[in-house]
């Protein structure tokens, strides 16, 4: 079974502030992927990375996939309200592996 | 990427007694799945629902308690059966759809049943 640590587990940030959530794992993974989940809803899909090195952008979220394909981070700059929630990263063949996810909660 | 939708979004279920959750698809899948979740925690997948066979349980989860029919490409139910407290949950159905988003492992998910057993 491939394990993905994912931290911190949780974050209470101001808003303005930026942060960094890690996804690590000791296997080689062949695309990760992230997903937010708002409260009362199911997770939703925020990108797929699949090339080691590979940095994508989504707006103020920054993603970024490790070299070896182990590990990724999700970074967020100037956080607002609207970005609070359980953040998780998943990654694994056929049947995904989720990490413990980070529950952000930006404060106004 | 898929729609799916959850039937019910809520319910307080008694002790002892079974819960069918709907879950349907706008599109055809490859893949649905069936998880719970603690609130603000982690998805422990319970079984993936396979089209026109038995589902393939995880390590924990049997079909006794946790039926699941999957009669077609877009629909699947979970049953939680002869519940008990420590079943109160959320239960989520999840699909990966074909191509690209089957490759990369992307899966969809329906916006989950929120479960209390008293």
């Known amino acids: 079974t491939q394990l993905l640590e994912q931290s911190p587990q949780f974050l209470s940030i101001q808003e303005g502030e930026n942060l960094t959530v890690y996804c690590n794992s000791s296997?080689?993974?062949?695309?990760l992927q992230w997903y937010r989940q708002e409260p009362g809803e199911g997770p939703v899909l925020l990108v797929t990375?699949?090339?080691?090195?590979e940095v994508k952008k989504l707006k103020r979220l920054t993603f970024q996939f490790g070299d070896a394909r182990k590990d990724s981070s999700l970074h967020i700059t100037a956080a607002q309200p609207g970005d609070t929630g359980l953040y998780l990263c998943?990654?694994?063949?056929?049947?995904?592996?989720f990490g413990r996810g980070t529950s952000l909660i930006v404060h106004p | 990427s898929a729609v799916i939708s959850q039937k019910p979004s809520r319910d307080i279920c008694q002790r002892g007694t079974s819960l069918t959750i709907q879950c349907q698809v706008d599109?055809?899948?490859?893949?649905m799945f069936w998880y719970r979740q603690q609130p603000g925690q982690s998805l422990t997948l319970i079984a993936t629902?396979?089209?026109?066979?038995?589902?393939?349980?995880e390590s924990g989860f049997v079909i006794d308690k946790f039926p699941i029919s999957r009669p077609n490409l877009t629909f699947s139910t979970l049953t939680v059966s002869n519940m008990s407290p420590e079943d109160s949950s959320i239960y989520l159905c999840?699909?990966?759809?074909?191509?690209?988003?089957?490759?990369?492992?992307?899966?969809?998910f329906g916006p989950g049943t929120r479960l209390t057993v008293l």
């Open positions: 599109s055809q899948v490859t893949m």
């Open positions: 296997s080689v993974f062949s695309s």
């Open positions: 990375v699949v090339t080691g090195g």
């Open positions: 999840s699909a990966g759809t074909s191509g690209r988003a089957f490759a990369r492992n992307e899966q969809f």
């Open positions: 998943a990654g694994g063949s056929y049947i995904p592996t």
């Open positions: 629902a396979n089209q026109g066979s038995e589902a393939t349980y």
